[in-house]
T-cell receptor, first 111, second 115 residues
Framework: AQSVTQLGSHVSVSEGALVLLRCNYSSSVPPYLFWYVQYPNQGLQLLLKYTTGATLVKGINGFEAEFKKSETSFHLTKPSAHMSDAAEYFC?????????FGQGTELSVKP | EPEVTQTPSHQVTQMGQEVILRCVPISNHLYFYWYRQILGQKVEFLVS????????KSEIFDDQFSVERPDGSNFTLKIRSTKLEDSAMYFCASRRTDNSNQPQHFGDGTRLSIL
């Protein structure tokens, strides 16, 4: 069965610092992986996706993620955090027609 | 950019009452979904819907729940005889095809509070 694990329910960084949100997946077939962001009182917005091809995927708002099959990981990074990045981030894998989500990681950005 | 819209944004209902959550998917999308997020927990799949039929449903989606596409634009989730544990954020999503590489587009959700 496919599943997703996000390490760290809460990550806090200083403004300008590197953001690293961890996601590991388990899948018996090549996975389709997604990162979504949820700002306060809003829905889930797609940040980026990995399907096939290039393993380094660029998304919106300066985020990117690298698919590493050997490590079964799809970590999300951003070189320099902004205050506006404070939100909840969800990693998800597509299984059949539905998304299987990780627990989510709340990102706080300190001035 | 087209959006999935959900109404109401917040619904407060007495336990035992019926509630209908409404969604307007993106207009050229054919596949529709409901997800639930209980406070502090992960987002969970409830049901998928295509061609006026349920494609797949989770074990959460029992006889208390039903979905309907009453017209060409709306997609509804009905919860009969609500329970306290139905309190959650409910998200509607849609996508144009069922290709696994196609992302689902989500609405802003309806926060359902059962008293």
């Amino acid at each position: 069965a496919q599943s997703v694990t996000q390490l760290g329910s809460h990550v806090s960084v200083s403004e300008g610092a590197l953001v690293l949100l961890r996601c590991n997946y388990s899948s018996s077939v090549p996975p389709y992986l997604f990162w979504y962001v949820q700002y306060p009182n809003q829905g889930l917005q797609l940040l980026l996706k990995y399907t096939t091809g290039a393993t380094l995927v660029k998304g919106i708002n300066g985020f990117e993620a690298e698919f590493k099959k050997s490590e079964t990981s799809f970590h999300l990074t951003k070189p320099s955090a902004h205050m506006s990045d404070a939100a909840e981030y969800f990693c998800a894998v597509m299984r059949g027609g539905k998304l299987i989500f990780g627990q989510g990681t709340e990102l706080s950005v300190k001035p | 950019e087209p959006e999935v819209t959900q109404t109401p944004s917040h619904q407060v209902t007495q336990m035992g009452q019926e509630v209908i959550l409404r969604c307007v998917p993106i207009s050229n999308h054919l596949y529709f979904y409901w997800y639930r997020q209980i406070l502090g927990q992960k987002v969970e799949f409830l049901v998928s819907f295509y061609n006026n039929e349920i494609s797949e449903k989770s074990e959460i989606f029992d006889d208390q729940f039903s979905v309907e596409r009453p017209d060409g634009s709306n997609f509804t989730l009905k919860i009969r005889s609500t329970k306290l544990e139905d309190s959650a954020m409910y998200f509607c999503a849609s996508r144009r095809t069922d290709n696994s590489n196609q992302p689902q587009h989500f609405g802003d959700g309806t926060r359902l509070s059962i008293l």
